[in-house]
Nanobody
Framework: QVQLVESGGGLVQPGGSLRLSCAAS????????IGWFRQSPGKEREGVSC????????YYAESVKGRFTISRDNAKNTVYLQMNNLKPEDTAVYYC?????????????????????WGKGTLVTVSS
């Protein structure tokens, strides 16, 4: 019943922008912590940005702070990630994930291993 569907990935030049969307179904958006994660070949999966449970707080990885912005539309039950000034090192599969078991608190929503439900991901490639 719980489902997360990412979209918006693609090929973009360095310095460009993309907006990713995560459409959630099967639960109310603010019920759990939810966020964006990414993984590139040979690298550990990392948290990019997330909302804590209730959506009152936002957290960012230091590598994207000032460039990426997370937002949400509760009416659409959708979370977005606006990515600006993209760099080649941002190339990765981007995943939306949530903590339906309520194991996450505070900045713990950036820890991928604490999330228990994942979308299939969308590929972002930053290259000229």
């Amino acid at each position: 019943q719980v489902q997360l569907v990412e979209s918006g990935g693609g090929l973009v030049q360095p310095g460009g922008s993309l907006r990713l969307s995560c459409a959630a179904s099967g639960f109310t958006l603010d019920t759990y912590g939810i966020g964006w994660f990414r993984q590139s070949p040979g690298k550990e999966r990392e948290g990019v940005s997330c909302f804590n449970r209730g959506g009152a707080s936002i957290y960012y990885a230091e590598s994207v702070k000032g460039r990426f912005t997370i937002s949400r539309d509760n009416a659409k039950n959708t979370v977005y990630l606006q990515m600006n000034n993209l760099k080649p090192e941002d190339t990765a599969v981007y995943y939306c994930a949530t903590d339906t078991l309520r194991r996450v608190y505070g900045s713990g929503c950036l820890r991928y291993y604490d999330m228990n439900y994942w979308g299939k991901g969308t590929l972002v490639t930053v290259s000229s």
